[in-house]
């Protein structure tokens, strides 16, 4: 099944009947007739919206008839965050959660969520803004996790990752600046570990929420790993200091 819709009376209806759109692009500069109600009900669910030319949508249209707005849908269905706690207490163990900062590529999403599913993680989230969603290509590249992982969308994680807090949940973040190598910190009990985007990192703002932050040492020429690299050294860090 294709994860576009394409069409202004499909996305409308999409739209209304709760559909998990991950994002919708419109025709830049079209603000006529229904798709002025389309950009309203998007912002009120807070569904990205952006605006793109029509050369660009008729590249993504698979039917040819897309009328300036195409809307990409979620492949599998979110979670919530209190879903992703209910699991780790179903199981008695403490929360452990990977929190995913910008990861724009569907197949770096799609491969950090079979690590995460791999390694036993209760669960991702992920920001509705800068992020990939769980689309049918995130799907593939999970080879099935997304199915078995609950994976939450939320709209700030600067603000979720207070409210983990609050949950006695310590939060750490990958980041050149760590004072300690991963396998130098305290990554036992309940934790959620973040993970940036390749280039940019962390955002400030969520790096400034985390509790410490933590490096993966480099010893070669180049300084950085891919994302998906780096998340899963750091998650099996995390299940190598919680196995016992």
């Not at 491969?111 to 593939?140: D, F, Y």
Request: net charge neutral; proline share 3%; aromatic share 4%.
């Amino acid at each position: 099944m294709s994860d576009k819709i394409e069409g202004r009376n499909p996305v409308t209806e999409a739209l209304k009947s709760g559909r998990g759109i991950d994002k919708i692009y419109v025709k830049k500069g079209d603000r006529h007739g229904s798709i002025i109600p389309i950009i309203r009900m998007a912002k009120e669910k807070g569904i990205p919206v952006t605006e793109t030319d029509g050369r660009k949508l008729d590249e993504m249209s698979e039917t040819g008839v897309h009328q300036g707005v195409i809307a990409l849908c979620s492949a599998a269905e979110y979670a919530t965050v209190e879903d992703i706690l209910k699991i780790a207490e179903e199981k008695g163990e403490p929360p452990f959660i990977v929190i995913l900062d910008r990861i724009a590529d569907p197949r770096n999403l799609g491969s950090i969520i079979r690590t995460a599913n791999c390694a036993g993680a209760h669960g991702v989230i992920i920001s509705k803004h800068e992020s990939s969603g769980l689309t049918a290509v995130c799907a593939k590249a999970s080879a099935g996790a997304v199915e078995y992982t609950p994976v939450a969308r939320v709209t700030s994680l600067a603000k979720t990752i207070d409210d983990l807090k609050k949950k006695n949940i310590w939060v750490t973040g990958a980041d050149a600046s760590g004072d300690k190598e991963i396998y130098d910190a305290d990554l036992k009990g309940a934790v959620a570990i973040v993970i940036g985007s390749e280039g940019e990192g962390i955002s400030r703002l969520v790096l400034e929420k985390c509790d410490f932050l933590v490096k993966i040492p480099m010893k070669g020429d180049v300084n950085s790993l891919n994302a998906s690299v780096a998340a899963a050294l750091f998650i099996y860090e995390t299940v190598r200091q919680n196995r016992n």
